[in-house]
């Protein structure tokens, strides 16, 4: 084998010792390693997925299965949540294999790359859309071509010292990356059926403050062609997927592209898969949900955040909160099956009364389920960046590897303990009586409610958003 791209879990504590590992993720792929495994492939080269997220296997038992496949090079996928364990399974590698070639990519890769590197002995880091960047590389290695300094986006070691060449141009056309081939890594991902998500397009315009993505995407919105985005569900179709999630930054932005795209799913009689996805407030219409409705889309995800309009306009979320019931009230009215809100608690400057007023306004709303999370942010982030300049927080060096609660940063931030008791609250408020009526009826009668409900509850008091 000549490349292994690995997703790994959160299961080395900072200690360095394994802990006992809840396995979270069943639902979708390791999207972007999928999309680098497949453009290796098409040029030649043998490559294979490992999503250590949904095999929970320990950091031992993968070194032996590396062992196995014997791979030239290992690309590592880095985030907050499994830095610790690719510390420990990096080490493990190179005391195995010196000579072994090893790639980071994604979060750390892109906005850290000189910590990164000094804290692992990585070879290489890639730095934002990485598909042509890692190409370019193993092209490179393969021919044992030593001038780095043509390839864009990338941080690499020479004569002791860290270099970086510029960050390439977005990709602009996304039809000329290839479709990711999901048979690249030994597993059944599942929501009810057999699932997977599905990219169609990159790159989000507006200016959230929690939202780090765009930073990696781009403020610019690329888009497939609809016939691209057709061609990837007739294949996933043909594979036996059931379960389809858009995970676009900015789904429904090109109300005519969605048009375009549902009248193509119908006339290629691909409704008969269930689909899923994010939808902005502001974009909201009824024509837009009926024809989401009418091609079997189930599920659609309102980013509410807040109930009150000051802290809406802090997060410079772009919406109002008449349009947030409006948008609620148009989907339950074009039929939707199920609508998900999600909501943040803990801004800086935020109440109490005012949380206690979005956990009230959440209420309020005829929502299917809600998510109520506790808002986090990163050292590249707009808020981390005022909290440091109005010196209610002091850097350390070390802040590049962690995210922050920010009720944990900020004194005039309501206290995490007291959130999480407001959510606790919201959470037994939401699931009241007059709901508790309606959600059985609608578990009895809807295996895809049924489902969604055991993910929602799993999910409910996840601790961060960024």
């Given at each position: 084998m000549d490349i292994l791209l690995l997703n790994l879990a959160n299961l080395v504590d900072e200690q360095g010792q394994e802990r006992k590992y809840l396995i979270k993720q069943v639902a979708v792929p390791p999207l972007g390693l999928l999309y680098l495994g497949q453009i290796l492939n098409e040029h030649g080269y043998s490559v294979k997925v490992y999503d250590q997220t949904v095999t929970g296997v320990s950091n031992i038992e993968l070194l032996k299965l590396i062992k196995k496949l014997n791979p030239k090079i290992v690309g590592f996928s880095v985030l907050i949540d499994n830095l610790l364990t690719t510390i420990d399974l990096h080490k493990k590698l190179k005391n195995w294999n010196p000579n072994l070639i090893t790639i980071a990519g994604n979060y750390f890769a892109t906005f850290f790359p000189e910590q990164l590197m000094r804290t692992v002995n990585f070879d290489f880091c890639i730095r934002g859309e990485g598909e042509y960047v890692l190409l370019n590389l193993i092209n490179f290695l393969s021919k044992n071509n030593k001038n780095l300094n043509e390839i864009k986006g990338l941080t690499y070691r020479k004569n002791n010292t860290i270099k970086s060449t510029p960050i390439p141009e977005k990709i602009k056309n996304l039809d000329e990356l290839p479709v990711p081939n999901r048979k690249l890594i030994d597993f059944n991902y599942r929501l009810q059926n057999k699932s997977t998500s599905l990219l169609s397009s990159r790159g989000c315009p507006f200016n959230c403050r929690f939202c780090s993505f765009s930073a990696i995407m781009g403020k610019v919105w690329r888009p497939r062609s609809v016939n691209n985005v057709i061609e990837e569900l007739q294949l996933l179709k043909e594979q036996g997927y059931k379960d389809i999630l858009f995970v676009d930054d900015n789904f429904t932005l090109n109300q005519k592209r969605i048009f375009q795209l549902c009248a193509e799913i119908k006339r290629n009689k691909l409704d008969d898969l269930n689909y899923s996805g994010d939808c902005r407030i502001d974009n909201v219409s009824l024509n837009l949900m009926r024809a989401l409705v009418s091609i079997n889309c189930k599920k659609v995800t309102f980013g509410i955040e807040s109930g009150n309009q000051r802290i809406l306009n802090y997060y410079q979320k772009g919406i109002t909160i008449k349009q947030i019931k409006q948008a609620v009230e148009?989907?339950?009215?074009?039929?939707?099956?199920?609508?998900?809100?999600?909501?943040?608690?803990?801004?800086?400057?935020?109440?109490?009364?005012?949380?206690?007023?979005?956990?009230?306004?959440?209420?309020?709303?005829?929502?299917?389920?809600?998510?109520?999370?506790?808002?986090?942010?990163l050292p590249i982030s707009s808020i981390y960046q005022e909290l440091v300049e109005k010196r209610y927080y002091q850097p350390t060096q070390n802040d590049w590897k962690k995210s922050f609660r920010v009720p944990d940063i900020c004194p005039t931030a309501v206290p995490t303990n007291v959130l999480l008791k407001i959510i606790d609250e919201g959470f037994v408020r939401f699931f009241n009586k007059r709901y508790l009526t309606k959600l059985i009826f609608n578990t009895l009668t809807n295996d895809y409610y049924l489902n969604t409900l055991i993910h929602s509850i799993k999910k409910f008091r996840i601790g961060a958003i960024y």
């Open positions: 148009t989907a339950k009215k074009a039929r939707m099956d199920i609508i998900y809100g999600s909501f943040i608690l803990g801004a800086p400057g935020e109440t109490i009364n005012e949380c206690i007023n979005t956990i009230k306004f959440a209420n309020a709303l005829d929502l299917s389920f809600i998510v109520i999370q506790i808002l986090e942010t």
